[in-house]
């Protein structure tokens, strides 16, 4: 497996939120990695993009369209991925 630097900030977006991972993965942008801190935190990390920002900014102002059931599958995907990452009971 290829080593993935957390900060490379020219080339990946870091985004800890899932909704707005969820939008990205919808609106066809490409999830690189996912690192998870803990059970109930991770931080998604997509190939950079100049349209992103503008995608979050829509995002909180409301006025991204896209499809309900994209957006639902995409998020239900990821916390499913998510899920999986679960470290076994000690």
Same mark, same amino acid.
Do not use: C
């Given at each position: 497996?290829?080593?993935?630097?957390?900060?490379?900030?020219?080339?990946?977006?870091?985004?800890?939120?899932?909704?707005?991972?969820s939008l990205l993965i919808a609106k066809n942008y490409e999830l690189v990695f996912i690192d998870k801190i803990s059970d109930n935190?991770?931080?998604?990390? +997509?190939? #950079? !993009?100049?349209?992103?920002?503008?995608?979050?900014?829509?995002?909180?102002?409301?006025?991204? &369209?896209?499809?309900?059931?994209? +957006?639902? #599958? !995409?998020?239900?995907?990821?916390?499913?991925?998510?899920?999986?990452?679960?470290?076994?009971? &000690?």
């Amino acid at each position: 497996m290829k080593y993935l630097s957390l900060e490379d900030y020219e080339n990946h977006r870091y985004l800890p939120d899932l909704d707005i991972a969820s939008l990205l993965i919808a609106k066809n942008y490409e999830l690189v990695f996912i690192d998870k801190i803990s059970d109930n935190k991770a931080t998604f990390v +997509f190939k #950079n !993009a100049k349209e992103i920002d503008d995608l979050i900014e829509g995002y909180w102002q409301d006025t991204v &369209k896209v499809s309900p059931l994209k +957006f639902a #599958n !995409a998020r239900r995907s990821l916390k499913a991925r998510l899920y999986a990452m679960k470290s076994p009971l &000690k």
